[in-house]
């Protein structure tokens, strides 16, 4: 689509619970889209949600999967709240600008007392607005007069 105004993008994120009690549920996992300007805390709340789990705990995303307390990277809401922190916030973070490629990966730690882990990977990115649907061929813009009937 041309000359439409600005495309915003749409993240695909595959999300899934890791961990010993994952493994003893099949792995749950959830396919999630949403606007590529979330905020990351927004962008938690939905994953929780997803989850059928309480939004009510501190939270991070850390981009050491092995081991998330060694991360150089990270996003978490202890800097948004005044606490200490080496990491950046959440609240102004959006998701676009720390998942910017196609298999881009954090781990994502909810209630770090309990400390559920999930992966969070980016799948696929799409523009919009999009056509999602073209049928038949549209008249010429320019250099036929239109008329209701369909003449000349």
Known sequence: MKGNGKQQKVLYFKVVLVGRV???????????AIPGALSLY?????????????FDHPFGFYENLENWRQSRE?????????????????????????????KDVMVFIFDYGDEWMF?????????????????????????????????E
């Open 22 to 32: 994952a493994e003893r549920h099949g792995k749950p996992y959830r396919i999630i």
């Open 42 to 54: 927004n962008f938690a709340e939905v994953i929780v949600g997803s989850f059928d789990f309480e």
């Open 74 to 102: 990270g996003y978490e809401l202890f800097q948004d709240i005044g606490e200490e922190s080496q990491f950046k916030g959440v609240r102004k973070t959006a998701a676009e600008k720390v998942f910017t490629r196609i």
């Open 119 to 151: 992966t969070v990977e980016l799948i696929r990115q799409e523009r919009y607005p999009m056509i999602v649907e073209r049928s038949g061929q549209p008249p010429p813009q320019y250099g036929m007069e239109y008329t209701p009937d369909g003449g």
